[in-house]
Antibody, heavy 116, light 110 residues
């Protein structure tokens, strides 16, 4: 059974940092592109970032470019999102779906709240 | 903010069919595959349709997808109360160099 389990979320002050993790199991993690997608309370889905299967290529949404860093450890079957200079508008539930041009599997999501 | 436009809501009686449109441009839908996702209340999204019209294993054939030019459509036939959810289209946008989702459509079963 495919499982994606996000962790590392929580409450952080504006300007602070946070690192999200996504533990994968049940599929060949190292063969899949991975993404981060977020959803602000009561709002729609917004793509945040993606990383190639080998970790050599990354892409970011303009809204997080320069502040967020996506990475992966294929030996640990884990995806990461390091978030710096957090703003109130980064408050959302963060998901880590797998896939290239469609998102086959999704984790349950992890909430991140940026507030003083 | 989204570059893909969907109707905010659609509704129909049980057993009927609804269609959800997704309008984009040549930089996204016009030149890339479209996917559709279902998000039941309080849960993570789930892939319903990929590559414009293909269904993943386990998705009933009541769900169908199509694409024409810069628009895509999701059809849900034989509507059930369990289909009440938010539905999103999604595709790659070559101009933005990023994945884009539609504005989302809430389906209500009357």
């Amino acid at each position: 059974e495919v499982q994606l389990v996000e962790s590392g979320g929580g409450l952080v002050q504006p300007g602070g940092s946070l690192r999200l993790s996504c533990a994968a199991s049940g599929f060949t993690f190292s063969s899949y592109w991975m993404h981060w997608v977020r959803q602000a309370p009561g709002k729609g889905l917004v793509w945040v970032s993606r990383i190639s299967s080998d970790g050599s290529r990354t892409t970011y949404a303009d809204s997080v470019e320069g502040r967020f860093t996506i990475s992966r450890d294929n030996a640990k079957n884990t995806l990461y999102l390091h978030m710096d200079s957090l703003r109130a508008e980064d408050t959302a539930v963060y998901f880590c779906p797998s896939g290239y041009d469609s998102f086959d599997y999704w984790g349950q999501g992890i909430p991140v709240t940026v507030s003083s | 903010q989204s570059v893909l436009t969907q109707p905010p809501s659609v509704s129909a009686a049980p057993g009927q069919k609804v269609t959800i449109s997704c309008s984009g441009s040549s930089s996204n839908i016009g030149n890339n595959y479209v996917s559709w996702y279902q998000q039941l209340p309080g849960t993570a999204p789930k892939l319903l349709i990929y590559d414009n019209n293909k269904r993943p294993s386990g998705i009933p054939d009541r769900f169908s997808g199509s694409k024409s030019g810069t628009s895509a459509t999701l059809g849900i036939a034989g509507l059930q109360t369990g289909d009440e959810a938010d539905y999103y289209c999604g595709t790659w946008d070559s101009g933005l160099s990023g994945y884009v989702f539609g504005t989302g459509t809430k389906v209500a079963v009357l």
